[in-house]
């Protein structure tokens, strides 16, 4: 199974996924971390590019490029191989994150981007996607408190809203792949709704 974690900044995503592997390893099941962009050698030094604050002239389409690179490397990589040997794949972002981001928050035209993204994956999609949803400016706070602070962040507020309407854009028009859980509340909370959603489905399976 692959599962993806997508949201707005701040959302949580990487300090969730630790504690998700390990209760998951607890139950037996053969877990596989992984984060875009990035998870690969090559992967990360296209991260740094991309990230780093002194990039400040990067166009969006460089940008855009950039991330389906990373992207098709660890999808060859990593991810495929992992799954061709059992294992539950957990990516800290995925396409989703280009279609939001470079899509709706760049508004860049949707069908090129999703053009890329499908020949980036080679039309590899997750089983399930959780949007961990959080207020744009709850999530900007976080992360600059949390001193995670890259390139993307200094973006405008508006440009974060466009991400996160995208975002709740793509669970209406793919209700049967995404679930929302609700990353306003307490670290705890949203752990025992990440469990539950994934268990769950994992026993559908
Ligand atoms: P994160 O590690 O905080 O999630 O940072 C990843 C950043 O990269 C975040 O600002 C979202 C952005 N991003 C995109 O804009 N498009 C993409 O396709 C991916 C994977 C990430």
Do not use: C
């Amino acid at each position: 199974m692959f599962i993806t974690l997508e949201g707005p900044e701040g959302s949580g995503k990487t300090s969730h996924i630790p504690y998700l592997v390990e209760y998951l390893r607890e139950k037996g099941y053969i877990v596989f971390p992984t984060r875009e962009p990035g998870g690969t050698s090559i992967g990360e030094q296209i991260r740094e590019v991309i990230h780093d604050l002194k990039n400040v002239e990067m166009h969006a389409r460089t940008e855009t490029l950039l991330y389906q690179a990373a992207r098709a490397q660890i999808v060859e990589q990593v991810i495929q191989p992992r799954l061709a040997d059992g294992a539950i794949v957990i990516s800290d972002r995925y396409f989703d994150s280009t279609i939001a981001y470079q899509g709706y928050g760049h508004q860049q035209d949707l069908e090129q981007v999703r053009a890329l993204v499908k020949y980036a994956t080679g039309g590899l999609m997750p089983d399930l996607t959780i949007l961990l949803d959080v207020d744009v400016e709850v999530g900007l706070k976080r992360k600059k408190k949390d001193n995670e602070w890259n390139r993307l962040d200094g973006y405008t507020v508006e440009f974060h809203q466009r991400v996160r309407a995208g975002y709740l854009e793509m669970v209406k028009q793919e209700p049967a792949r995404w679930v929302v859980v609700d990353a306003n509340r307490e670290w705890n909370e949203v752990q025992a709704g990440l469990r539950r959603v994934i268990l769950e489905r994992l026993q559908q399976s």
